[in-house]
T-cell receptor, first 115, second 112 residues
Framework: DVKVTQSSRYLVKRTGEKVFLECVQD?????MFWYRQDPGLGLRLIYF???????EKGDIPEGYSVSREKKERFSLILESASTNQTSMYLC??????????????FGDGTRLSIL | AQSVSQHNHHVILSEAASLELGCNYS??????LFWYVQYPGQHLQLLLK??????LVKGIKGFEAEFIKSKFSFNLRKPSVQWSDTAEYFC??????????FGKGTRLHILP
């Protein structure tokens, strides 16, 4: 069974701090994704990566960056955290561009609060 | 721009009622379609998916969805809901590459 592990379940940080959210998958998936989930807004894609060191902006990349130095690990970075980045962050992974497209597997989420 | 619309933000039903959750998308080309479910306190799980072939797709837990290309729709159905179906449901569409766009979700509350 695919395992997507997010390093923290709950995190509390202060405004202006640099925040790292880590995600690791154990199934050699090419694709990894970062979403944020907010009430009434559903899931919104922040960034995704289709290979090591490759990344693409999603729908709401502002204020975030990502790092994919190894295939199994995809990090989301809040360069200078702000209160409007308080949210639930979800990591997902999937096999690469093969037919048929493979569904995504999700981690348990990190609930991040910025004070 | 591509978009995914879920028409109902909150749905409240009694047990044994029939369920249909709407999902429409904006793009007219080839798509892959998914429904995910998130039970309270749990992570997202795949309910069912459509890639090609029979437009009526059967998923887990008695759910099914029908792809109607002419209507750009992929509605989720269940003939008789249970209290344990209380969850949030997300429709998702892959339009190109590996980018998947999610709808805003529908919160389903089943009354015992």
């Amino acid at each position: 069974d695919v395992k997507v592990t997010q390093s923290s379940r709950y995190l509390v940080k202060r405004t202006g701090e640099k925040v790292f959210l880590e995600c690791v998958q154990d199934m050699d998936h090419e694709n990894m994704f970062w979403y944020r989930q907010d009430p009434g807004l559903g899931l919104r894609l922040i960034y995704f990566s289709y290979d090591v060191k490759m990344k693409e902006k999603g729908d709401i990349p502002e204020g975030y960056s990502v790092s994919r130095e190894k295939k199994e690990r995809f990090s989301l970075i809040l360069e200078s955290a702000s209160t409007n980045q308080t949210s639930m962050y979800l990591c997902a992974s999937s096999l690469g561009q093969v037919a048929p497209i493979r569904p995504q597997h999700f981690g348990d989420g990190t609930r991040l609060s910025i004070l | 721009a591509q978009s995914v619309s879920q028409h109902n933000h909150h749905v409240i039903l009694s047990e044994a009622a029939s369920l249909e959750l709407g999902c429409n998308y904006s793009y007219g080309g080839t798509v892959n379609l998914f429904w995910y479910v998130q039970y309270p306190g749990q992570h997202l799980q795949l309910l069912l998916k459509y890639f090609s072939g029979d437009p009526l797709v059967k998923g887990i837990k008695g759910f099914e969805a029908e792809f109607i290309k002419s209507k750009f729709s992929f509605n989720l159905r269940k003939p008789s809901v249970q209290w344990s179906d209380t969850a949030e449901y997300f429709c998702a569409v892959r339009f190109w590459g590996d980018k998947i766009i999610f709808g805003k979700g529908t919160r389903l509350h089943i009354l015992p």
